[in-house]
């Protein structure tokens, strides 16, 4: 390596290190998401936290059984003993008093809790007031929930039998009560409360109980006789709940200290217990001065957070609902924690009750049962609150000073900020959830909360149905009655997140107003655009196939609003206020016509030229929705129609196919509006096609023309192709109308002349076996695309009724444009559309063609001419074509048409009269009789015999080929971007992923192949005749294209691309390109080949195509695609490639489709048969320049040079023209060299400030013109007669092919360096005529492909390399 080379002008850099800088900058094509990812929306999410049914508890028993004084016989009770009931000590007063003031006492308890139930009081009981009292309150709750709560302190212990005890009338007996007949009063669904010692016992016996319930409705459901089926039905006690104060073998503690009734004290006054269960513990001597008498003085009610009694309160709500999130099942949660606020309230409760009755050797039960929480680490910081409470009580009470608030929020906060910023990104949720959510009642800590939780909503979809599920809705739809002004960031972004992932919130919304929230934000200049965006993307939810949100929204003045908004700097703005119209106006006429006296439409039509495609997208669906609203039509509103078509019209070569499929959309609703009018111009098209001959281009008859072995369907070794899984003419069945009428055999059945526009598909074996690419269409692709080529030089001014210029003439050519499209979406979309017309205007001719064609007799068939076909698809494709190869002609197989079409076709009324007719079938060039214009598959039309199930429902959906909702799934694709994180490095920034990583060692593989590659050439190559790699190619070589980096070359054929592995010699890949059968690939390119390399293929009728996944274990895709040029000049393209290496190029015509790809700048220049050089920017997806030729003939070679902004042409006149595309059209042509008498094969612009022009014509000579004058500066003389040529250049070589089966490589200097004529190898048989050539931009490799279908690569001498 030279000294110079090695130290280069970055300091520090070593030159391996600075070329990879050059790699990191260069810009990347065709890698954004619209091309990465399939254009649709995210599978909606099962969204499982709307409450179905929210439950209240309307009615509370309260029945306590004390007996005050008479302690029950079964219960040995300590001395002292627990004796305080609901904080009342019953031998304080006499026992009747004592009763009833534990009993209101308890009743207030529950009433802070659920202040609005019934409540009923049933002390010391009989049965019959039990049953009474349950009875009565179910009556009244209906279907709501009932509590029941049993304090059975003055009763024996319930029984293995499943009884509680009551008392008889006067009191002298304890009466069994069994479980049974409670429940039967009861019903469900209900919750009992069981406040006794082995209350264990009870929920055991309430299951068998209700198990043996079920077993009884089940005998009663299957045997009608049985006795229990006349009984009224037992309810079901699947919906109840219990909680018991212990198992069943426990008693309850009789510590002095504590209540006697512990657990109700901890379901219901649970603060109070809770404080008193902390002072009793030894740790409560750190907290110097708390007595149990002190907590009672606790300043401050429960229901007021700001006061110390009130803050302990939301602490403690806070924690427990934390704790139950965490442990518990997510559905469990939602049933125990969230449905009903009682419920909620015990179960919170309940989990105190566990921890403070399990250290008393108790344990509290519950079913359903809960995992076990009392060691849960969220307790900790509960004592600590009580700790840090506690400790100022003494200064408080005795000094009056300020209560300073606990921490407790705070450090929550501070937590789950924690998990945020450093977890990874599999781990469990955050623990802290619930507590963010108790944080939003704060006005303290509000922001913050809101600012973590849209961090946390930003992980996904999944940390959204997280937090809604732990019953977030409610309180952020509250917010947005706040008119802070600093919330209203944070509110948009949780919003916008919460409806990316479920938009039935949609009425939510729309009920409490909130729409109007969004509105003020989208309209206020001084909010950011980010934000503005997502306040449209909410109101675009909010209007989405949701008529009281689209009126709502209207009132609101949203289309006015947006109207402003248009023309936003920031895209996704602007891509968003589009959609958004163009949802409120979906069939919503009054939204229609308010946009109509804003000129809405006329404002979007700048859109249609943005320079993001996504953007043009949306415009293009709001113009779409705007034509295709169903109100009744006026005159004004049929020309705003009109316009707002031919506006759309323009779009028919956008370079982005997400435009050209939303352009198919938006058109198609105004078929769907129109539909009489463009039923009239189908039929006058069909009319044409059917009368018209395409002239064929050659009639010459080379054999060499039609080859059978490479053009028969689908070659085995062709791989199917992802987006193509209708691989349009993949050379197989897609059936040709008319093509044997005009199919005309010679007597020795030789093979006729194939035109383009008669190209039957061979083999109809393949199209009756039912071929994958919808045999059900009328039209079929070649009729279309016959049809597209013959409106534009046919006369069509004999339409009945519509003149020949009108709208739907130009629409109905936009959409037969369009169902050429090389992208296959489109087209497929296209053709919907096109053969819903035409079924249409077929069946509605129907009538009078059955008349016409009733005069046929049996025997005779319709005459080729016959009124009676308007459509001859069907006995073309399917019956009338010969079944074995396409130039045989031999009758067609009788069993193809074996089935008469007769009764499935819907008959019109005029039928009945006509005799059916026999199967028959056609003679060739004849025409079938009606009844057999049909298709076979006929889904079309009805369900046959031997129609499956889901084919008959297909059945449905082919009847009319477009629903009014065909969509491109575009709408919800872009949603997805609010659905996804935003705040995440993208994976390719982040220095540890795997995608950085990859491309860091693609770009030192580069750094290698340059340098390596630079050392060879430097030392100068004085042979290159050394071969390297030889294989037959599946077809004639066309052109070969070495990837830059890799191993592997790319050779395309006729209309596929084979990828072979130079080193190993072995072949990767080989798929269909897609072009249609009279075109061929003219030119290839690879993209991004410094990096995630995608194959540019061009074809000779202008069309682009571009892949991805080739050479790899995966299936080829087709990334975009898109008509480069769209007037190409119909030359003899019809011809077969080999045919053509014969011919003088001059006198041949074509030069196909001629590019040049500038990776630097993203620009594509594209040319050929035509007089323009057009100029593709790739990051835009559209047509910057057309720089005219000036010139008369076609351009055959393109190259530029980025820095100086230069393009250097060859042309088929032999002149070479120089444009520096800076200029105006007129003035850009700089230099034109008129040195060659001849077709140039290739012009090569050097690049560098000094780089010359170099050219070649097919005379062989090679002149080198400077660009800054205006003659030649040297000149050399080579071979005659070249088909091929190419330059290498970094090695200034360049090698000829030529007719005359040799490869002659020179040196700069005009010294030949090698001959090559024979391959090496065993025969060394004569190399072929060359058809393509190409060196590696780096390594001194030649790649020659020759007509023998060999494929073979040329390299300097070994030791070189």
């Given at each position: 390596?030279d000294?110079?080379?090695?130290?280069?002008?970055?300091?520090?850099?070593t030159?391996e290190?600075?070329?990879d800088?050059?790699?990191?900058n260069?810009p990347?094509?065709?890698m954004?998401?619209r091309?990465t990812?399939?254009?649709?929306?995210?599978?909606?999410?099962?969204?499982s936290?709307?409450?179905?049914?929210?439950?209240?508890?309307?009615?509370?028993?309260l029945?306590?059984?004390?007996?005050?004084?008479?302690?029950p016989p079964d219960?040995?009770k300590t001395?002292?003993?627990?004796?305080?009931?609901?904080?009342?000590?019953?031998l304080?007063?006499?026992?009747?008093?004592?009763?009833?003031?534990?009993g209101s006492?308890?009743?207030?308890?529950?009433?802070?809790?659920?202040p609005?139930?019934?409540y009923?009081?049933?002390?010391?009981?009989?049965?019959d007031?039990?049953?009474?009292?349950?009875?009565?309150?179910?009556?009244?709750?209906?279907?709501?929930?009932?509590l029941?709560?049993?304090?059975?302190?003055?009763v024996?212990?319930p029984t293995?039998?499943?009884?509680?005890?009551?008392?008889?009338?006067?009191?002298?007996?304890?009466i069994?009560l069994?479980?049974?007949?409670?429940?039967?009063?009861?019903?469900?669904?209900?919750?009992f409360v069981?406040?006794?010692?082995n209350?264990g016992?009870?929920?055991?016996?309430?299951?068998?109980?209700?198990l043996?319930r079920?077993?009884e409705?089940?005998?009663?459901?299957?045997?009608?006789?049985?006795?229990?089926?006349?009984?009224?039905l037992?309810?079901?006690?699947?919906n109840?709940?219990?909680?018991?104060?212990?198992e069943?073998?426990e008693?309850?503690?009789?510590?002095?200290?504590?209540?006697?009734?512990?657990?109700?004290?901890c379901?219901?006054?649970?603060?109070?217990?809770a404080?008193?269960?902390?002072?009793m513990?030894?740790?409560?001597?750190?907290v110097?001065?708390?007595t149990?008498d002190?907590?009672?003085?606790i300043?401050?009610?429960?229901?007021?957070?700001?006061?110390?009694?009130?803050?302990?309160?939301w602490?403690?709500?806070?924690?427990?609902?934390?704790i139950?999130?965490?442990v518990?099942?997510?559905?469990?949660?939602?049933?125990?924690?969230?449905q009903d606020?009682?419920?909620?309230s015990?179960?919170?409760?309940?989990?105190?009750?566990?921890?403070?009755?399990r250290?008393?050797?108790?344990?509290?039960?519950?079913s359903p049962?809960?995992p076990?929480?009392?060691m849960?680490?969220m307790?900790?910081?509960?004592?600590l609150?009580v700790d840090?409470?506690?400790s100022?009580?003494?200064t408080?009470?005795?000094?009056?000073?300020?209560?300073?608030?606990s921490?407790f929020?705070?450090?929550q906060l501070?937590?789950?900020?924690?998990?945020?910023?450093?977890?990874?990104?599999?781990?469990?949720?955050?623990?802290?959830?619930?507590?963010?959510?108790?944080?939003l009642l704060s006005?303290?800590?509000?922001l913050?909360?809101?600012?973590?939780?849209?961090?946390?909503?930003?992980?996904?979809?999944?940390?959204?149905?997280l937090a809604l599920?732990?019953?977030?809705f409610?309180?952020?739809?509250?917010?947005?009655?706040?008119?802070?002004?600093?919330?209203?960031?944070?509110?948009?972004?949780?919003?916008a997140?919460i409806?990316?992932?479920?938009?039935?919130c949609q009425?939510?919304l729309v009920?409490?107003?909130g729409h109007k929230?969004?509105?003020?934000?989208?309209a206020?200049?001084?909010?950011?655009a980010?934000?503005r965006?997502m306040a449209?993307?909410?109101?675009?939810?909010?209007?989405?196939?949701?008529n009281?949100?689209?009126?709502?929204?209207l009132?609101?003045?949203?289309i006015?609003?947006?109207?402003?908004q248009l023309?936003?700097?920031?895209?996704?703005?602007r891509?968003?206020v589009?959609i958004c119209?163009?949802?409120?106006w979906?069939n919503?006429?009054s939204?229609?016509?308010?946009?109509?006296?804003d000129?809405?439409?006329?404002?979007?039509?700048s859109?249609?030229s943005?320079?993001i495609?996504?953007?043009?997208?949306?415009?293009?669906?709001?113009l779409?929705?705007?034509?295709g609203?169903?109100?009744?039509?006026t005159?004004h509103s049929t020309?705003?129609?009109?316009n707002?078509?031919?506006m759309?019209a323009?779009?028919?070569?956008?370079?982005?196919?997400i435009?050209?499929?939303?352009l198919?959309?938006?058109?198609s609703?105004?078929v769907v509006?129109?539909?009489?009018?463009?039923?009239t111009?189908?039929?006058?098209?069909?009319?044409?096609?059917?009368?018209?001959?395409?002239?064929?281009?050659?009639?010459?008859?080379e054999?060499?023309?039609?080859?059978?072995?490479?053009?028969?369907?689908?070659?085995?070794?062709?791989?199917?192709?992802n987006?193509?899984?209708?691989l349009?003419?993949?050379?197989?069945?897609?059936?040709l109308?008319?093509s044997l009428?005009n199919l005309?055999?010679?007597?020795?059945?030789?093979?006729?002349?194939?035109?383009?526009?008669?190209?039957?598909t061979?083999?109809?074996?393949?199209?009756?076996l039912?071929?994958?690419?919808?045999d059900?269409y009328?039209?079929?692709f070649e009729?279309?695309?016959?049809?597209?080529r013959?409106?534009?030089?046919?006369?069509?001014?004999?339409?009945?009724g519509?003149?020949f210029?009108?709208?739907?003439?130009?629409i109905?050519?936009?959409?037969?444009?369009?169902?050429a499209?090389?992208?296959?979406?489109?087209?497929?979309l296209a053709?919907?559309?096109?053969n819903s017309?035409?079924y249409?205007a077929?069946m509605?001719a129907?009538?009078?063609?059955?008349?016409?064609?009733?005069?046929?007799?049996?025997?005779a068939?319709?005459?080729?001419?016959?009124k009676?076909t308007?459509?001859?698809?069907?006995?073309?494709?399917?019956?009338?074509k010969?079944?074995s190869?396409p130039?045989?002609?031999?009758?067609?197989?009788?069993?193809?048409?074996?089935?008469?079409?007769?009764?499935?076709?819907?008959?019109?009324?005029?039928r009945?009269?006509?005799?059916?007719?026999?199967?028959?079938t056609?003679?060739?060039?004849g025409q079938?009789?009606?009844?057999?214009q049909?298709?076979?598959t006929?889904?079309?039309?009805?369900?046959?015999?031997?129609?499956t199930?889901e084919?008959g429902?297909?059945?449905?959906a082919?009847?009319s080929f477009?629903?009014?909702?065909?969509?491109?799934?575009?709408c919800?694709?872009?949603?997805?971007?609010?659905?996804?994180?935003?705040?995440k490095?993208?994976?390719?920034?982040?220095?540890e992923?795997?995608v950085?990583?990859?491309?860091?060692?693609?770009?030192?593989?580069n750094s290698q192949?340059?340098?390596?590659?630079q050392?060879?050439i430097?030392r100068?190559?004085?042979?290159?005749?050394?071969?390297?790699?030889?294989?037959?190619?599946?077809?004639?070589?066309?052109?070969v294209?070495?990837?830059?980096f890799n191993?592997?070359?790319?050779v395309a054929?006729?209309d596929s691309?084979?990828?072979?592995?130079?080193?190993?010699?072995e072949?990767?890949?080989?798929f269909?390109n897609?072009?249609?059968?009279?075109?061929?690939?003219?030119?290839?390119?690879?993209?991004?080949g410094?990096?995630?390399?995608?194959l540019?293929?061009?074809?000779?009728?202008?069309?682009?195509?571009?892949?991805?996944?080739?050479?790899?274990?995966?299936n080829?895709e087709?990334?975009?695609a898109w008509?480069?040029?769209s007037d190409?000049?119909?030359?003899?393209?019809?011809l077969?490639?080999?045919?053509?290496?014969?011919?003088?190029r001059?006198k041949q015509g074509?030069a196909?489709?001629v590019?040049?790809?500038?990776?630097?700048?993203g620009?594509?220049?594209?040319?050929?048969?035509?007089?323009v050089?057009?100029?593709?920017?790739?990051?835009?997806?559209?047509?910057?320049?057309d720089i005219?030729?000036g010139?008369d003939?076609c351009?055959?070679?393109?190259?530029?040079?980025?820095?100086?902004?230069?393009?250097?042409?060859?042309?088929?006149d032999?002149?070479?023209?120089?444009?520096?595309?800076?200029?105006g059209p007129?003035?850009?042509r700089?230099?034109?060299?008129r040195e060659?008498?001849?077709?140039?094969?290739?012009?090569?612009?050097?690049?560098?400030?000094?780089?010359?022009?170099i050219?070649?014509s097919?005379?062989?000579?090679?002149?080198f013109?400077?660009?800054?004058t205006?003659?030649?500066v040297?000149?050399?003389?080579t071979?005659?007669?070249?088909?091929?040529?190419d330059?290498?250049?970094?090695a200034?070589?360049f090698?000829?092919?030529s007719m005359n089966?040799f490869i002659a490589?020179?040196?700069?200097?005009?010294?030949?360096?090698?001959?090559i004529k024979?391959?090496?190898?065993?025969?060394?048989?004569?190399?072929?005529?060359?058809?393509?050539?190409a060196?590696?931009?780096?390594?001194?490799?030649?790649?020659v492909?020759?007509?023998?279908?060999?494929?073979?690569i040329y390299?300097?001498e070994?030791?070189?390399?």
């Amino acid at each position: 390596m030279d000294a110079e080379l090695l130290h280069s002008p970055v300091v520090g850099l070593t030159e391996e290190e600075e070329v990879d800088m050059t790699d990191w900058n260069v810009p990347l094509a065709f890698m954004k998401k619209r091309h990465t990812e399939k254009i649709e929306g995210s599978k909606a999410l099962a969204q499982s936290w709307r409450m179905k049914d929210r439950m209240k508890t309307v009615s509370v028993a309260l029945v306590l059984c004390l007996n005050v004084g008479v302690d029950p016989p079964d219960v040995v009770k300590t001395s002292p003993c627990a004796r305080l009931e609901c904080w009342i000590d019953p031998l304080s007063m006499s026992p009747q008093k004592a009763l009833e003031t534990i009993g209101s006492n308890l009743q207030k308890q529950y009433e802070n809790w659920q202040p609005r139930a019934r409540y009923k009081q049933s002390l010391d009981p009989t049965v019959d007031e039990v049953k009474k009292l349950c009875t009565s309150l179910r009556r009244n709750a209906k279907e709501e929930r009932v509590l029941f709560h049993y304090n059975g302190h003055g009763v024996p212990r319930p029984t293995v039998n499943g009884e509680i005890w009551v008392f008889n009338k006067n009191y002298t007996q304890y009466i069994p009560l069994s479980i049974y007949d409670l429940q039967t009063w009861m019903g469900s669904p209900s919750i009992f409360v069981y406040d006794c010692s082995n209350a264990g016992i009870i929920v055991k016996s309430f299951k068998q109980f209700a198990l043996q319930r079920e077993q009884e409705l089940e005998v009663a459901a299957i045997n009608p006789n049985h006795p229990l089926a006349q009984m009224p039905l037992p309810p079901s006690m699947k919906n109840c709940i219990q909680l018991a104060a212990c198992e069943a073998n426990e008693l309850l503690p009789m510590n002095p200290d504590l209540p006697a009734d512990l657990f109700t004290s901890c379901l219901t006054t649970p603060i109070k217990i809770a404080l008193r269960w902390f002072c009793m513990q030894k740790s409560a001597k750190l907290v110097p001065g708390v007595t149990l008498d002190l907590i009672e003085k606790i300043p401050g009610r429960l229901n007021d957070r700001r006061t110390p009694l009130g803050e302990l309160n939301w602490i403690f709500t806070a924690i427990t609902d934390t704790i139950a999130w965490n442990v518990l099942p997510r559905d469990l949660f939602q049933k125990l924690f969230r449905q009903d606020l009682l419920v909620a309230s015990l179960f919170r409760n309940f989990l105190l009750a566990e921890r403070i009755m399990r250290s008393y050797n108790c344990t509290p039960v519950s079913s359903p049962r809960l995992p076990p929480t009392y060691m849960h680490a969220m307790w900790q910081a509960w004592d600590l609150a009580v700790d840090i409470c506690l400790s100022q009580l003494p200064t408080i009470i005795e000094e009056g000073t300020a209560f300073r608030h606990s921490p407790f929020f705070a450090e929550q906060l501070t937590a789950f900020q924690v998990w945020l910023t450093m977890g990874v990104e599999n781990r469990n949720p955050p623990e802290q959830l619930p507590i963010v959510l108790q944080v939003l009642l704060s006005q303290v800590h509000r922001l913050r909360a809101l600012d973590l939780l849209g961090r946390f909503l930003d992980l996904g979809p999944w940390a959204v149905s997280l937090a809604l599920s732990v019953g977030i809705f409610p309180y952020v739809l509250k917010l947005l009655q706040s008119s802070a002004r600093e919330l209203r960031p944070l509110l948009v972004f949780i919003w916008a997140k919460i409806l990316a992932v479920d938009s039935s919130c949609q009425a939510d919304l729309v009920k409490d107003n909130g729409h109007k929230y969004f509105l003020s934000v989208l309209a206020d200049p001084f909010m950011p655009a980010e934000h503005r965006t997502m306040a449209v993307f909410i109101l675009a939810v909010i209007v989405n196939n949701y008529n009281t949100g689209q009126e709502a929204c209207l009132q609101g003045n949203l289309i006015a609003i947006c109207l402003e908004q248009l023309n936003d700097p920031h895209p996704l703005l602007r891509q968003w206020v589009a959609i958004c119209l163009g949802r409120i106006w979906q069939n919503f006429d009054s939204a229609r016509w308010c946009g109509v006296r804003d000129s809405a439409h006329e404002k979007l039509y700048s859109l249609l030229s943005d320079p993001i495609p996504e953007v043009r997208c949306a415009a293009v669906f709001a113009l779409g929705t705007f034509v295709g609203n169903s109100a009744e039509r006026t005159d004004h509103s049929t020309t705003i129609d009109h316009n707002v078509a031919m506006m759309l019209a323009q779009l028919i070569n956008d370079g982005s196919p997400i435009v050209r499929k939303e352009l198919v959309v938006a058109l198609s609703h105004l078929v769907v509006q129109y539909e009489s009018n463009f039923c009239t111009v189908a039929l006058q098209f069909m009319e044409e096609e059917k009368n018209y001959v395409v002239p064929s281009p050659a009639n010459s008859t080379e054999t060499g023309n039609v080859t059978p072995g490479r053009d028969s369907p689908a070659i085995p070794r062709l791989r199917s192709v992802n987006s193509y899984t209708n691989l349009r003419a993949a050379t197989t069945a897609r059936t040709l109308n008319k093509s044997l009428q005009n199919l005309n055999l010679n007597e020795e059945g030789g093979p006729a002349a194939f035109s383009p526009g008669n190209l039957s598909t061979s083999s109809s074996a393949s199209s009756t076996l039912g071929s994958p690419d919808n045999d059900e269409y009328l039209l079929s692709f070649e009729t279309i695309d016959k049809m597209r080529r013959v409106s534009s030089y046919s006369s069509l001014n004999s339409l009945i009724g519509v003149s020949f210029n009108s709208v739907y003439t130009q629409i109905w050519r936009v959409l037969l444009h369009l169902a050429a499209d090389p992208f296959p979406d489109v087209s497929d979309l296209a053709m919907k559309v096109l053969n819903s017309i035409a079924y249409k205007a077929t069946m509605n001719a129907r009538t009078q063609r059955i008349l016409d064609s009733g005069s046929l007799t049996q025997s005779a068939p319709a005459s080729p001419t016959s009124k009676g076909t308007l459509i001859h698809q069907a006995g073309a494709s399917h019956r009338s074509k010969p079944s074995s190869s396409p130039s045989s002609g031999s009758p067609p197989m009788p069993g193809a048409s074996s089935s008469s079409l007769t009764n499935e076709v819907p008959k019109p009324p005029v039928r009945e009269g006509l005799p059916t007719r026999p199967p028959y079938t056609p003679t060739l060039g004849g025409q079938a009789p009606h009844s057999q214009q049909f298709p076979r598959t006929r889904k079309m039309f009805d369900k046959g015999p031997d129609q499956t199930a889901e084919d008959g429902d297909e059945a449905a959906a082919h009847r009319s080929f477009i629903s009014v909702n065909l969509q491109t799934g575009l709408c919800d694709w872009s949603a997805k971007y609010f659905a996804q994180p935003v705040m995440k490095i993208p994976e390719e920034h982040d220095l540890e992923s795997q995608v950085r990583k990859e491309r860091e060692w693609r770009f030192l593989r580069n750094s290698q192949v340059r340098r390596q590659s630079q050392r060879i050439i430097q030392r100068g190559v004085t042979r290159l005749d050394d071969q390297i790699f030889i294989n037959r190619n599946p077809g004639v070589p066309s052109v070969v294209k070495f990837h830059p980096f890799n191993p592997c070359i790319a050779v395309a054929d006729k209309d596929s691309i084979c990828f072979w592995d130079w080193e190993k010699g072995e072949r990767l890949d080989y798929f269909y390109n897609g072009n249609p059968r009279y075109t061929r690939i003219t030119a290839m390119e690879y993209l991004n080949g410094h990096d995630c390399s995608l194959l540019l293929t061009a074809t000779d009728d202008g069309a682009l195509r571009i892949w991805k996944n080739f050479a790899d274990q995966r299936n080829p895709e087709m990334v975009t695609a898109w008509q480069g040029l769209s007037d190409m000049l119909p030359t003899t393209r019809g011809l077969a490639r080999r045919v053509s290496i014969y011919l003088d190029r001059s006198k041949q015509g074509g030069a196909g489709m001629v590019v040049d790809w500038e990776q630097e700048t993203g620009l594509l220049m594209t040319s050929g048969d035509v007089r323009v050089i057009r100029i593709w920017d790739t990051e835009r997806e559209m047509k910057v320049q057309d720089i005219p030729t000036g010139a008369d003939s076609c351009v055959t070679s393109l190259s530029c040079d980025p820095q100086r902004s230069l393009v250097a042409a060859g042309l088929g006149d032999g002149s070479v023209r120089v444009y520096d595309r800076r200029m105006g059209p007129n003035e850009c042509r700089v230099m034109t060299y008129r040195e060659h008498g001849a077709w140039v094969v290739k012009a090569h612009l050097q690049k560098g400030p000094e780089g010359h022009i170099i050219s070649v014509s097919v005379n062989g000579d090679v002149r080198f013109f400077d660009p800054r004058t205006p003659e030649s500066v040297n000149i050399l003389q080579t071979v005659k007669g070249l088909t091929a040529l190419d330059i290498h250049p970094q090695a200034n070589l360049f090698a000829c092919g030529s007719m005359n089966q040799f490869i002659a490589v020179y040196n700069s200097s005009g010294d030949v360096i090698s001959n090559i004529k024979y391959y090496d190898g065993f025969m060394g048989q004569r190399i072929g005529a060359i058809s393509c050539l190409a060196f590696h931009p780096y390594w001194p490799h030649l790649a020659v492909g020759s007509n023998d279908y060999y494929m073979s690569i040329y390299s300097a001498e070994k030791r070189l390399r």
